[in-house]
Every structure is written in structure tokens, then in C-alpha cells.
């Protein structure tokens, strides 16, 4: 589930399995993962307006930073 700034939140398709491949890819959280993230999203039937694309980048972005930050503590 996402949750967006103004507190509206988004069911999405296998964001869990992206977040876990590209962790596992040993990618980085930056925009071009941030851009990866997305296109997966699309191709796995998740609808997101093109109004939207923008803003669904930056709150996945900060999902994958959270999710890395969340595996890193882990190996502590």
C-alpha cells in the first residue's frame, strides 16, 4: 500500500516482490530505480494515471529507500 503525502493511500500490485528483486539486484535508491519501480508496476497491471506519474515516482522512491533502510537494520 502506498501512501501518498496527503494521506491518500494506493493498493498496488506486487510492489513487495519489485522492492525484493531490486534490493536483491543490489540496486540503489535513486530515480532511475525509482523509474524501474514504475515501469514494473505497469507491467503488472497496475493502472496509474498519467496525472498521477510524477508524484507516484517520488512516494516510490521514498517506499524503496524505506524498504532498504528497513533491510539494513536488519543485518545489524
Known amino acids: 500500500m502506498l501512501k501518498f503525502p496527503d494521506d491518500t ?3 498496488v500490485n506486487g510492489l513487495n516482490d ?5 534490493y536483491s539486484e543490489g540496486r540503489q ?3 532511475e530505480t ?9 507491467k503488472n497491471n ?6 498521477a506519474r510524477r508524484e507516484y515516482k ?3 522512491l521514498k517506499e524503496f529507500r524505506n ?9 545489524k
Not at 46 to 51: E, G, Q, T
Open 46 to 51: 497496475n493502472y496509474i494515471p498519467a496525472s
Open 34 to 42: 525509482a523509474d524501474e519501480i514504475f515501469d514494473r508496476l505497469e
Open 9 to 11: 493511500r494506493v493498493r
Open 67 to 75: 524498504y532498504v533502510a528497513g533491510r539494513k537494520d536488519k543485518t
Open 58 to 60: 517520488s512516494v516510490l
Open 29 to 31: 535508491p535513486n530515480q
Open 18 to 22: 519489485i522492492l525484493a528483486d531490486l
